[in-house]
């Protein structure tokens, strides 16, 4: 078979009008050079340069640097030479057999990326960052939390006497905690508190306020001691940490992009991981009162209150908006109302935590399997403490913030 | 396809084939080299998705593999003067390079992102302006890297191209430009970006052609001036345009010279055809739910680079491969751990 073709020798960027005859094991060229004398030049078929990609494109090349390189006319005139050569290596590739599949190739290529992505997302990687927060040793566990806490600690004011306080109160618990739990009371009039890996809990005063009873204080400080108990601080940040390497690797983008995109992406399915760890939290912090002998109904008033608390609010911001409280009947359909459920509550999707009626509901419904024998303490020396903390209470509370962390 | 006809065929071929009829032209007003570009949307679809696959699959270490086979594609679906480009770059090669910078980025990276979680607070502070020092100062190794893996991998009618700037002149000239624009709280920064074009281009070569860039900092400075102003007064709808005004900047500074002769590129790219190419592009991306960006994005590489044309009295068939003595001179151990891509 002979072709019409263009010869370039590698040295210069002229092409050669030439004539290309395709023989067993190799092609032969023939051409004439600027002084007209015919030139010919035979290509080992194994020695032509992979083509491993099927373009558009019409040549292809031959030896080591500087190539030289054979430009057909059309696409279809390539083409017949790799028809002339069907087992030639310079044109196989793993893509193109898979381009050959055409559009069934491509569908079952993107229904396999999302399986793929789906798996590691939501199975994968939590569980590959999970085992690696269990696995680092309590002591670099604690030295992190201390981190933490000397860093937001900084800017906040303790107040000393009321954590001395609450820490005896915490130690008269008598919570099992594979932890040195210590107890730090903020300032502030936000209601709020939170735990630090490695055993640290930080209270804001506002949250002191709002509690009423000792079992209230014990239900809160319970919660925050199965976060440290369990890691789950920890283990949110070591999941943040694998996605986002799992995000620079795909993305390539090792600097600020992926970041961005992970922040995004890797929100909901954050806060339904965050969640969870909360409900895992309400539910051992219960085990641990009753183990205590403590009774864990404080948890559950805890929760009453801030829903009623947050109702009250929202009747508020109904009046305001010149709505009588009827108007915000579950039946009220208006935008108003819609308007006002959707300020005041935040859906649980798009939450951290549960909302307090689902709370409430799975600690009544371990409280009424509770073995109704099971007796608690007299807590006189909790109240003692827990008195002497109201002793030196505060008033003023900003509850745009309800519950803790 | 028989032996005899082959001799029949020879014969008829002139010497100098169909060149010959356009050497006698050669005095005549010749058109300009215009680029176009034969990538199908849907041969490009498919490579992404592939590459999509490859690499969730590998946990992105296909990654490199992919961006070399893109680049395959962009290049050889490239003409001019009737001929495509060509990439001689590989996945191995780019994930050599991906590697290096990806432990030396990453770790850096990981630091400021995460450093203020493990770190004592009190040298939080010292470590994170320390990485990004260290990622500024990475920001000219990284493009001397780049200029020389990119060139030397592409080639054009066999001729390769080629960078042959020195990593320790680009550095010196960079690091001053780099004080007078911290002295100059940061309006140097238009002449150090120029200058540090200027120099990448003056040391590009296309075989014996070598490249040059016309503009100074002073000129980009009344660019962005200009174009700032309208993009301000018209709350942004001027975008497009000012889009197109610098990528205009950029191509029609950027000279070829042969033969003593400079020819610079041209681009006829006008907003109004970009901004209904933006349009499009998002268009498409929003209704395939992003299944369809690399479409999108192919359809904005193609406006850009259709745009261009170059003089016709520039010769594509008179370039002298000179690649070959380059890579003796350089090519040792070290220029290889430098040419990095990402
Ligand atoms: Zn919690």
Known sequence: MTIEAYFIDGQTSKRRACLVTLQANAISIVYYDDSLQKLSSTWRVDAILRQDLRTTSNYIKYGDFPHQVLEFNSEQDLSRIIEYYPEALFHQSAYNKFSTFGWKGMVSALVGVIMVAVFFFFYGVPFIADSFARSIPKEYETYIGNNFRQTYLQYQTIDTLRSEQIQQFYNQMNLESDYDISVVVVDSKIINAFALPGGYIVVFSGLLEMLEEEDELAGLLAHEASHINERHSLRLISKDLAMYVLFASLTGDVGGFSSILIENSNLVSSLSYSRNFEKEADLEGFDLLVNSEINPKGMISLFAKFQSINSKMEQELAKKMGMDSTDLDESSDTAKAWFVRFIENVPEILSTHPIPENRIRYLEEEMSQLDPTLTFRENDSLKLYFDKLLKTSKVSVDSSHLGFD | ?342
């Open chain 2, 1 to 342: 396809m028989e032996e005899q006809g082959l001799n029949s065929d020879t014969s008829n071929l002139s010497p100098t084939g169909t060149e010959g009829a356009q050497v006698t032209q050669k005095p005549m007003f010749r058109p300009h080299h215009r680029i176009t570009f034969h990538g199908s949307n849907m041969q490009y679809l498919g490579l992404a998705l592939y590459n999509l696959l490859l690499t969730v699959l590998t946990l992105g270490l296909y990654y490199p593999w992919a961006k070399s086979a893109i680049r395959k594609f962009l290049w050889q679906e490239t003409e001019i003067d009737g001929s495509r480009f060509d990439w001689h770059g590989t996945g191995k090669e780019m994930f050599r390079g991906f590697i290096k910078a990806y432990l030396f980025l990453g770790f850096f990276f990981l630091l400021i992102n995460f450093g203020p979680m493990f770190l004592p607070p009190s040298s939080v502070i010292w470590v994170v302006l320390f990485s990004y020092l260290v990622i500024l100062a990475f920001v000219p190794l990284a493009i001397h890297g780049a200029m020389r893996y990119r060139l030397s991998r592409t080639s054009f009618r066999g001729i390769h191209f080629g960078y042959r700037g020195n990593l320790k002149e680009f550095y010196g000239k960079v690091s001053l430009d780099f004080l007078f624009t911290i002295l100059t709280l940061g309006i140097y920064g238009y002449w150090l970006q120029i200058n540090a074009r200027r120099y990448v281009m003056k040391h590009s070569r296309f075989g014996d052609v070598s490249a040059k860039f016309n503009a100074t900092g002073g000129d980009f400075l009344g660019l962005t001036i200009i174009q700032g102003l309208l993009i301000a007064v018209t709350i942004y709808i001027y975008m497009p345009w000012a889009l197109i005004n610098f990528y205009k900047f950029y191509i029609e500074n950027t000279g070829l010279e042969q033969n003593g002769k400079t020819y610079y590129l041209k681009s006829d790219a006008r907003g109004g055809d970009f901004l209904w190419v933006l349009l499009k592009s998002a268009f498409i991306t929003i209704i395939s739910l992003g299944l369809a960006s690399p479409i999108a994005s192919l359809w904005i590489h193609k406006f850009y680079i259709e745009s261009i044309s170059l003089s016709g009295e520039f010769d594509f068939d008179a370039i002298q491969q000179t690649e070959k003595s380059y890579k003796d001179a350089t090519g040792d151990d070290i220029a290889d751990i430098l040419d990095l891509d990402f």
